[in-house]
């Protein structure tokens, strides 16, 4: 469906459904299901509720049988583990939980039809008091849209087993029908939005590592389909989809938590088979209290995701995240446990963990331990390791005797550290053969290095993963490190031993970052994760001068975008009612960790106190789009936080004041696991373990954008601070630095920073839009009159020195499109290509009365669909805007629609697509050579000033503006 608040949605009900406002049970058809299980055809003859009941719909949908996809069953294991977490659920009060599971071949369109347009109707009525939990785990494609309500054309939808498609408009459909039924109804889908996939590639030389292309329980697969060639079905594998959810925002008792947004994939693991974003739903459900509001919720799910997908996941969350989920722990269950169930061997089962694999350690507790002090350290009965895991029995044995009973069945154990499978890094390291491709002795050397080193073997996995970082080589011979979510995180000039070297320890850096994101304070009956601690990232009160001016600041503990360069603190308040010891570190993209407060030593602070640690102000630097992180850490003894962190200055700093949380931390975090973990010099009766108090912890993300202005922002993140909501198409104050070349002579930067100072020309704004013939004398005489479109594009080029055209003419888009147009001359046509920045795009069509009318623009930003040009529109500003259009030569952004197809209106659509000559011609992705030079230094004054500031003074003066 179209973008939260910008279409209308599908409201009214189909012909079978139009009973459902009626409120009458009886209209309702009451023929038998053929195939839908007893469970759930009986829901139908339910006696009229006296009191709210929980109905939940639980549908995993296998693959359809004939596809490539190799996890086609881990849909319906997803739903078979929500089905069993459910049904073991404690309820406080007298609610009902009704339970409907549809897998495998039952989990087909005639039973979710029947289930829908039925079922359901009959045993709910309008205004009834029932919550309803819709879950879905399937595989996601697009289909061409045949109502005409996607601005994109293409319908999002849902592969069932038998190899129908549920639509995005049919699910919206059946919600809006059953809405005015129910309280409230919660929509959990793990599944891609869209076939989109970036595709690690070992190439035909994958063979240097015996880990290649391994199975093992970190590797991670999309769950995308492409249905191929018929048109009815197939769509462009690189869509980004609309930024559409599945279903409308705007009903008030519906929440939509979608495993993955539009631009990008939803993955699943294989060992334990199960989605990423399913296992993290479970276990945030299952470690909070009844009536945690969604947000919350999507918070620790959020960044759960993103630490296991390496940031390639990033979930969605709409409509009424404000209102608590009905599905949370019940008041008496004991939240997020596991039970042993057999002493010989030592057996503990419990609901899937993706890091419970071995090396994994649980804390055991006594059988009926009160649910306040699980998680307590201080009060656990022992310490016990995983030996094998099989995604639902792990066989463990006791590392740490801290009481002298012996276990028995029925005892608890909550997860305390993750196992060695769950902290592996994936990386794929390119094959020679394939762009960007790594030579093989390179390759060799890198393998080498990490097998011979066993504190790297224990973090790194050489493999082909969809939540891998990838090894490539850069054109000029280097090698350069990416994130899964493609962000360039290290640039190495060259590819020599040294080099290697080099690399293998930025590997095991971003491990220990994993490490880190997968670590979850011991809270007991004192604190709550992403609670207790309320974190905020603050804008600095001074800023350097090229510090991005956009910043909307985050609620506490929410993620926070920042802008290139922009200085900022950690602010952090205690809402214990004990005083906490608070430190933590920062996690750099580029694999860094500094320990916070500087210096390492952790502050205390009192109940309900507040405080900036230690002043320290930090500045976000690229890679741009890519995510650091901020964990800080409240322990009720002072920490040497020194212990986990990365940096120079921490390596060498001695740790003998550390204290015993802060060294068992440094052995997981950085992999060195050594005494206890490893067998040596294990604990006893006699020699008990370290003494650990209860803890926790609290981890804000960071976004480093280079142009916070057009970043999306959800109504809860505006929440604290509302601010003024940005106009629909034009970007103020864009920052053209990370477009830049490296480059400062190249053709590219002369013509970038060329249509900047355009933009920047006058005190408030750009040179205005206006049409006329450019006959005075002298070009700040026409620019005070104004500029068109095609003539902006004409000025760009040609004052930065770049040919145009035989003659250099000016052509307004008529004679700008067509065989014979004189852009052949220098340009080379694009269209159809992937774009680059630097294109121009022509658009022809006709105006609202009939006339021939057209546009042009330069493309800036491909994917985020900015433009640069002279504009005379500045699309619809919504009501209750104190802004106004802004039009003339100004970046615009796209804003409502995901493609590059029309500009303004449907009438005007792209017609030609032109790439000039002089540009470089490299096959290397044009962003490693532009990221490289960002890398450099692009906050100092120096860089600021040198490119863009430099050319507006070319430029001509216009009388009452200052260049």
């Not at 007298?94 to 979710?112: F, R, V, Y």
């Not at 999002?156 to 699910?171: F, K, M, P, Q, R």
């Not at 093989?440 to 973090?459: E, F, K, M, N």
């Not at 000039?916 to 030079?933: C, G, L």
Request: proline residues 6%; glycine residues 8%; contains cysteine.
């Amino acid at each position: 469906m179209a973008s939260s608040g910008t279409a209308a949605w599908i409201v009214a009900c189909v012909a079978t459904l139009s009973a459902c406002q009626e409120g009458s049970r009886a209209e309702v058809s009451a023929a038998p299901s053929t195939t839908l299980p007893e469970e759930c055809a009986g829901w139908a003859d339910l006696p009229e509720a006296t009191s709210p009941r929980k109905l939940a719909v639980i549908v995993g949908a296998s693959a359809p049988a004939g596809t490539s996809a190799r996890m086609r069953t881990t849909p319906a294991a997803d739903a078979r583990a929500v089905h069993a977490w459910l049904s073991t659920r404690e309820d406080s009060g007298p609610q009902e939980s009704l339970l409907c599971l549809l897998t495998d071949e039952q989990a087909n369109m005639q039973n979710l039809e029947e289930l829908f347009e039925r079922v359901l109707l009959r045993a709910t009525r309008v205004g009834g008091n029932d919550e309803l939990l819709l879950y879905l785990s399937a595989y996601g494609t697009q289909r061409w849209d045949d109502t005409a309500d996607e601005p994109d054309e293409r319908d999002e939808a849902l592969v069932l087993t038998d190899g129908s498609l549920l639509l995005d408009d049919t699910l919206d459909r059946y919600v809006r029908t059953l809405e005015p039924r129910t309280r409230q109804i919660e929509v959990v889908i793990d599944s891609c939005s869209a076939p989109l996939v970036r595709t690690p590639s070992m190439g035909a030389d994958e063979a240097v590592s015996e880990d290649a292309d391994s199975d093992g329980p970190g590797s991670a697969e999309p769950r995308c389909l492409d249905l191929g060639p018929d048109e009815s079905f197939a769509v462009d594998a690189t869509s980004k989809g609309d930024g559409a959810g599945w279903i409308g925002t705007d009903l008030p008792g519906v929440v939509i938590a979608s495993a993955s947004s539009p631009s990008r994939v939803a993955l699943s693991v294989r060992e334990p088979a199960h989605g990423l974003f399913t296992l993290a739903w479970i276990r945030a459900s299952r470690q909070v209290g009844s009536d945690t509001p969604w947000e919350q919720l999507a918070r620790t799910i959020d960044r759960e995701v993103a630490t296991l997908s390496g940031g390639a996941q990033r979930p969605q969350f709409e409509g009424a995240i404000s209102e608590p989920s009905a599905w949370t722990t019940g008041a008496s269950e004991r939240r997020g446990t596991w039970s042993v169930v057999d002493t010989s061997p030592l057996t503990l089962r419990g609901p899937p963990l993706a890091e419970a694999s071995p090396g994994a350690e649980f804390r055991l507790y006594a059988a009926g331990t009160d649910s306040s002090r699980l998680g307590d350290p201080a009060r656990a009965m022992a310490t016990a390791r995983v030996i094998e895991y099989d995604g639902l029995d792990a066989i463990v044995e006791v590392v740490d005797n801290l009481d002298p009973r012996p276990t028995q069945p029925g005892d608890l154990a909550v997860p305390s550290l993750a196992g060695d499978a769950a902290l592996k890094l994936s990386v794929d390291v390119y094959a020679a053969n394939v762009a960007g491709g790594v030579p093989t002795d390179v390759r060799t050397a890198l393998v080498g290095a990490v097998s011979g080193d066993p504190r790297l073997s224990r973090r790194i996995r050489f493999e082909r993963s969809a939540n891998a970082f990838t090894v490539e080589s850069r054109s000029n011979g280097g090698l350069l490190l990416r994130g899964p979510e493609g962000a360039i995180r290290n640039i190495f000039s060259k590819s020599d031993e040294s080099t290697v070297r080099e690399l293998a320890e930025s590997l095991a850096n971003h491990a220990s970052q994993r490490a880190l994101l997968l670590l979850r304070g011991e809270t007991g009956e004192l604190f709550e994760n992403d609670r207790t601690l309320e974190v905020q990232i603050a804008r600095g009160e001074s800023q350097p001068l090229c510090a991005g001016s956009a910043w909307t600041q985050s609620c506490p503990n929410d993620t926070q975008i920042i802008p290139l360069c922009t200085q900022w603190k950690i602010r952090v308040k205690n809402t214990s009612t004990r005083v906490l010891h608070v430190g933590g570190a920062v996690l750099w993209n580029d694999g860094e960790i500094e320990a916070v407060p500087e210096g390492g030593r952790s502050q205390p602070i009192e109940p309900g106190g507040t405080v900036v640690l230690d002043g320290a102000a930090f500045q976000s630097l690229p890679p741009l789009d890519s995510q650091d992180h901020v964990v800080i850490f409240g322990t009720q003894q002072p920490t040497d936080w020194n212990a986990v962190a990365t940096t120079p200055r921490a390596k060498t700093r001695a740790l003998s004041e550390a204290s015993d949380l802060a060294a068992v931390l440094r052995g997981y975090v950085v992999g060195e696991r050594g005494g206890r973990r490893m067998g040596q010099d294990q604990p006893t009766s006699e020699r008990p373990g370290p003494e650990i108090r209860s803890w926790t912890h609290s981890h804000v993300p960071i976004r480093v954008v280079a142009n916070a202005q057009f970043v999306q922002q959800t109504t809860h993140q505006l929440r604290c601070d509302p601010g003024v909501a940005q106009r629909e198409y034009t970007v103020d104050d864009f920052d053209l630095r990370p477009y830049l070349p490296g480059d400062s002579e190249s053709p590219l930067f002369k013509l970038l920073t060329t249509a900047d100072s355009l933009a920047r020309y006058a005190k408030t704004d750009g040179v205005r839009y206006r049409q006329h013939d450019w006959t005075r004398p002298s070009d700040a005489e026409n620019l005070s009159m104004g500029i068109d479109c095609s003539r902006s594009v004409w000025y760009a080029f040609t004052r930065a020195g770049l040919p145009y055209n035989r003659e250099d003419r000016y052509l307004y888009t008529g004679v700008m499109v067509g065989a014979s147009t004189w852009m052949q001359d220098e340009f080379d046509s694009c269209l159809g290509e992937p774009l680059r920045t630097g294109d121009v795009l022509v658009y022809r069509g006709v105006n609202s009365k009939g006339q021939p009318t057209g546009h042009t623009v330069i493309v800036i930003d491909p994917d985020e669909r900015v433009a640069w040009g002279s504009h005379g529109w500045d699309g619809n500003v919504s009501k209750g805007l104190a802004s106004e259009a802004d039009t003339g030569v100004e970046y615009q952004r796209i804003a409502f629609k995901p493609d590059w197809d029309r500009w303004d209106t449907s009438r005007v659509k792209l017609a030609a697509c032109w790439r000039h000559r002089a540009f470089d011609k490299r096959s290397a992705p044009q962003d490693v050579e532009i990221t490289a030079s960002l890398l450099d230094d692009p906050c100092s004054e120096t860089s600021c000033s040198s490119g863009i500031a430099r050319s507006r003074a070319a430029l001509p003066p216009v009388a009452g503006a200052a260049p």
